[in-house]
């Protein structure tokens, strides 16, 4: 399966000499999932195809990456003249805050470039790798004001919410059954040998029980801080037993995961798990379900 073709479902790029991402000025040298300094560098469709040679990646999904608030639409721009510029990305998820007054006309803009599918905004602020309570929009009559509006379009939400939100990530799915769910870095497993795990599984399986949620096999190590193998594999075989191969995606979330493993690595985990799986469903999660949910058919 080493030839098949891989859609990447979650990356980022950024210009720190052209652009502002509040998050990796140097006044902010943490981040919920360690220190940043590693990657506070401009990284680009160059850099991303240096670290991914050899694995055979035909398309990427590009997720926001914290670009200044204050400029509503200067990364939709940037990101869809960068594909028609060089052919990549393929697809973009926009920071919209549902809750603004003007979420909807915003969403209606960015509707207006090809390149965009949906929105990420999200559920739990600060340590949001993290299990504990925390406050979220999703019962806010104005956040789901923003939600409806992606609704009428049947576009994408890109899902972060740890296990704790699990209950409500459900109920959100079936109040808006057009918006494609997609569960971000598989919902920040903890390690297998912390009592947190069943919680995070527990979670898991309540959130597949809406047809329209599904995971991205992606930052496996965010929860622990750190790239254990061994430990990754077993919450992947936990996601692709609750969600089923149609819908689990793989993704890198680079340069962010650079923090803790080089892309090959990743991905060459990713084929050696699928590896007893029917051909067809391997490449349903390398490949054709990020096509399907993504619409990069289209």
């Given at each position: 399966m080493q030839d098949f073709p891989i859609i990447d479902a979650h990356v980022h790029f950024w210009d720190l000499e052209?652009?502002?991402?509040?998050?990796?000025?140097?006044?902010?040298?943490?981040?919920?999932?360690?220190?940043?300094?590693?990657?506070?560098?401009?990284?680009?469709?160059?850099?991303?195809?240096?670290?991914?040679?050899?694995?055979?990646?035909?398309?990427?999904?590009?997720?926001?990456?914290?670009?200044?608030?204050?400029?509503?639409?200067?990364?939709?721009?940037?990101?869809?003249?960068?594909?028609?510029?060089?052919?990549?990305?393929?697809?973009?998820?926009?920071?919209?805050?549902?809750?603004?007054?003007?979420?909807?006309?915003?969403?209606?803009?960015?509707?207006?470039?090809?390149?965009?599918?949906?929105?990420?905004?999200?559920?739990?602020?600060?340590?949001?790798?993290?299990?504990?309570?925390?406050?979220?929009?999703?019962?806010?009559?104005?956040?789901?004001?923003?939600?409806?509006?992606?609704n009428d379009r049947g576009l994408c939400f890109d899902l972060q919410a740890p296990p704790v939100l699990a209950g409500k990530a459900v109920g959100l799915a079936r109040a808006f059954p057009e918006v494609r769910f997609i569960l971000t870095h598989a919902g920040y497993p903890p390690s297998p040998e912390d009592p947190a795990f069943a919680q995070w599984e527990n979670g898991i399986r309540a959130m597949a029980q809406a047809p329209n949620i599904a995971v991205k096999l992606s930052g496996l190590m965010l929860g622990e801080k750190a790239w254990q193998p061994r430990h990754a594999k077993q919450a992947a075989q936990r996601l692709i037993a609750a969600f089923g191969s149609n819908r689990v995606l793989v993704a890198s979330n680079f340069p962010v995961d650079r923090l803790f493993a080089p892309l090959s690595e990743l991905f060459t985990h990713y084929r050696d798990w699928f590896g007893a799986l029917p051909v067809t469903e391997q490449c349903k999660m390398l490949h054709d379900n990020a096509r399907r949910l993504y619409r990069l058919g289209d």
């Open positions: 052209q652009h502002r991402y509040p998050w990796l000025e140097p006044a902010k040298p943490s981040g919920p999932f360690g220190r940043t300094a590693a990657i506070r560098r401009t990284y680009l469709l160059d850099q991303y195809l240096e670290d991914a040679a050899g694995q055979n990646v035909t398309k990427l999904v590009h997720i926001e990456a914290g670009w200044d608030p204050a400029d509503r639409l200067g990364e939709m721009r940037w990101v869809q003249a960068l594909a028609d510029r060089r052919g990549a990305p393929h697809a973009h998820i926009a920071h919209i805050d549902l809750a603004d007054p003007d979420a909807a006309a915003l969403i209606a803009h960015h509707a207006a470039f090809p390149l965009f599918r949906g929105v990420r905004d999200r559920l739990q602020q600060g340590d949001f790798t993290g299990g504990g309570a925390a406050h979220t929009p999703i019962d806010d009559p104005a956040w789901r004001k923003g939600m409806q509006a992606l």
